[in-house]
């Protein structure tokens, strides 16, 4: 089985680097154009299924790369970004200045340390494997996976089996990362990264 994970297209929260979460932003103009992009990039696969999050901006890109197919994407919450709790709607300097003993405690243990009233890595990885196991989901050859930079860096984590991957690796607003799933063997394996279709909307 052969996934394309996209990750949504750039929001105004993106822009001005603000931490989003569960907080339902949608796309902006050039969001749409990098979503437009990655679609124009996986017209002509075999695509047999779009699953997106059940937010608006993985929503909106997954709808734009479904159009071709003549697909209509499907949610799915466990596709969820991360619940950045108290720290939604701020960026990085403002969670620094009233949370800076909870952000240095999360930035030596990110997957597993809970966000104040938020959730954690672990539950990100926990949701996106129950979604893969799923039955429904195994009977296809190729699909999308609309979702967030989260939820892709999580998995490759996952699979490379390194926690600092969350902060070295780029997942740059519309990307693709392609995974492949060896069902049978419960395997994973990537083979890109942060590919990004049409650069001059990245």
Known sequence: MKIYFVRHGETDWNKKKIYQGHT???????????????????????????????????????????????????????????????????????IYTKYEKEFDDWYKDVFNTRIPKGGSF??????LLDFLHDKSIQKYQEIV?????????????????????????QVSPGS??????HIEQDELQIEEVNLLPNSQFN
């Open 122 to 127: 672990k539950d990100v990885l926990d949701n």
């Open 176 to 181: 693709i990362t392609v995974i492949s799933y």
């Open 24 to 94: 339902d932003i949608p796309l902006n103009e050039k969001g749409i154009q990098q979503a437009e992009s990655a679609a124009d990039y996986l017209k002509d696969r075999e695509i047999e299924a779009v699953y997106t999050s059940d937010l608006k901006r993985a929503y909106r890109t997954g709808e734009i790369i479904a159009r071709p197919h003549n697909l209509q994407p499907v949610t799915d919450n466990r596709l969820r970004e991360i619940n950045f709790g108290a720290w939604e709607g701020l960026d990085y300097n403002g």
């Open 145 to 169: 996976v609309a979702t967030h930079g989260g939820v892709i860096k999580a998995l490759l984590g996952h699979i490379k089996k390194s926690e600092t991957i969350l902060w070295e690796q």
